[in-house]
């Protein structure tokens, strides 16, 4: 089995989506200004704060009841787990195979020479506005390794979520919009190629009416009792 997950799946633990006008993390701040290499040449104490601050507060989040399902899938099946969402909570839920396509909060890498970072942290009780980010021995500064706008996906992640789609017997679309490619392309290649796709969200997506089923359940309702389910919903 394979999980593609998004944003909506974290949202239901607590994380504000970045596409929520009215309450997201982003209702304040310019998005490309905080995520993109133009933003962090710029102003790259604003990039690393804003950041920093996502890190410590997605360590205040727990996984939700669609985290757990899916790790214990584990038991009597291979799942994979390709997500656009930037924390850890489908690893703290207990899944082993997680392939992170847009990168994770908590990892860092030197934005010169592109060496991973395991330095300490500073603090950061609260949000604020400027921090200065830590440097590599090269000289270069320490980034979050997540993609920005206009980046590349991290290759190795990429085509082992591809080799997890192609191998599937079943894939699963869970809290995405289905909209931001080339994430949004992996269902499609599932469908192409054959293989079921069941899509669970509680809003529309432009997959809807393509995918095999589509459950209008959030992942926290719908994933606890998807595997005795799916005898009946694949017919």
């Known amino acids: 089995m394979t999980v593609l997950s998004g944003a909506g799946m974290s949202a239901e633990s607590g994380v504000p989506t970045f596409r929520d006008v009215e309450t997201g993390l982003w209702a304040k701040v310019d998005p490309y200004e905080i995520s993109s290499s133009d933003g962090w040449r710029r102003h790259p104490e604003k990039v ?3 950041y920093l601050w996502r890190h410590y507060m997605m360590k205040a989040v727990d996984p939700n009841d669609g985290h757990r399902a899916v ?60 921090v200065d980010p830590p440097r590599c021995a090269c000289g270069g500064l320490i980034r979050p390794d997540v993609v920005w706008f206009g980046e590349p996906l991290p290759s190795e992640e990429w085509d082992r979520s591809v080799e997890a789609v192609s191998r599937a017997d079943v894939a699963i679309v869970v809290g995405t919009s289905a909209v931001v490619y080339p994430a949004a392309g ?24 393509r995918v095999t ?19 009946a919903l694949l017919g």
């Open 48 to 50: 690393w704060a804003w």
């Open 71 to 130: 790790a214990a899938w584990q038991d009597g099946a291979e799942v994979h787990v390709v997500t656009q969402n930037v924390d850890d909570l489908h690893e703290r839920a207990g899944s082993a195979r997680v392939h992170h396509v847009h990168g994770s909060l908590f990892s860092f890498r030197c934005d010169r020479c592109d060496v991973p970072y395991v330095g300490p942290l500073p603090p950061m009780p609260e949000p604020v506005e400027t």
């Open 186 to 209: 992996l269902p499609e290649m599932a469908l192409a190629e054959g293989i079921p796709v069941i899509e669970v969200n509680p809003e529309e997506t432009p997959l809807s009416d």
């Open 213 to 231: 089923i589509s459950l209008r359940e959030t992942s926290a309702t719908a994933l606890p009792g998807l595997l005795q389910r799916l005898p």
